[in-house]
């Protein structure tokens, strides 16, 4: 219950931040409470923005903006956004280093991630060192625990708004296979 209304009460403060004349600074400070100081967040299943190509994160937050996925205390918190703001806080966090942090690194997990990852042609599409382009995320670094919710979200068909190509890429692939995966791409640099 305590956590719901702190994202209500988030959502509002955030959603006040944005498309009423403040600075990028002012919403960049607010979006930090969540995804972290420079955009490398600390709480569980939030991701790092830090790094990430700004076409993804324009689109994300349009994405948010319009419902899609439906996230209701993002879609408030860019309700009244111009793109022009949202080009603007893109570029701010696509231009913060990432300082990736997570678990120590498990042997036989990364192998059998380099494994899966190699199988399922990852690097194809976020490529060879997993910095993302374009509209495809960076996986390199990204929270270990978003990484694995968010596969498995995709597998199970529950991630809406979405290209459906990820789903099909994790169809069949098990838990397991999947925090094997996480734990690989949050162990890049």
């Given at each position: 219950?305590?956590?719901?209304?702190?994202?209500?009460?988030?959502?509002?403060?955030?959603?006040?931040?944005?498309?009423?004349?403040?600075?990028?600074?002012?919403?960049?400070?607010?979006?930090?409470?969540?995804?972290?100081?420079?955009?490398?967040?600390?709480l569980?299943?939030?991701p790092?923005?830090?790094?990430?190509?700004e076409?993804?994160?324009?689109?994300?937050?349009?994405?948010?903006?319009?419902?899609?996925?439906?996230?209701?205390?993002?879609?408030?918190?860019?309700?009244k956004?111009?793109?022009?703001?949202?080009?603007?806080l893109?570029?701010?966090?696509?231009?913060q280093?990432?300082?990736?942090?997570?678990?120590?690194?498990?042997?036989?997990?990364?192998?059998?991630?380099?494994?899966?990852?190699?199988?399922?042609?990852?690097?194809?599409?976020h490529?060879?060192?997993?910095?993302?382009?374009?509209?495809?995320?960076?996986?390199?670094?990204?929270?270990?625990d978003?990484?694995?919710?968010?596969?498995?979200?995709?597998?199970?068909?529950?991630?809406?708004?979405?290209?459906?190509?990820?789903?099909?890429?994790?169809?069949?692939?098990?838990?397991?296979?999947?925090?094997?995966?996480?734990?690989?791409?949050?162990?890049?640099?």
């Amino acid at each position: 219950m305590r956590s719901a209304a702190l994202v209500v009460v988030l959502a509002l403060t955030c959603g006040a931040a944005f498309g009423q004349g403040n600075s990028v600074s002012e919403a960049v400070a607010v979006c930090s409470a969540c995804h972290g100081k420079d955009g490398n967040a600390v709480l569980a299943l939030t991701p790092s923005l830090a790094s990430q190509p700004e076409t993804f994160l324009v689109s994300q937050m349009i994405l948010f903006r319009e419902g899609l996925p439906q996230v209701p205390a993002m879609a408030a918190v860019f309700a009244k956004t111009s793109e022009q703001d949202l080009v603007d806080l893109a570029a701010y966090f696509n231009k913060q280093t990432l300082k990736p942090g997570g678990q120590a690194r498990n042997a036989e997990m990364y192998e059998k991630g380099a494994a899966l990852s190699k199988r399922g042609s990852c690097g194809g599409c976020h490529l060879p060192d997993y910095r993302g382009r374009d509209q495809i995320p960076r996986l390199a670094g990204q929270r270990e625990d978003y990484l694995a919710a968010t596969m498995i979200a995709y597998r199970d068909s529950k991630r809406s708004g979405t290209d459906t190509t990820m789903t099909g890429i994790l169809y069949g692939i098990s838990d397991a296979e999947i925090k094997a995966l996480a734990h690989y791409f949050a162990q890049q640099k």
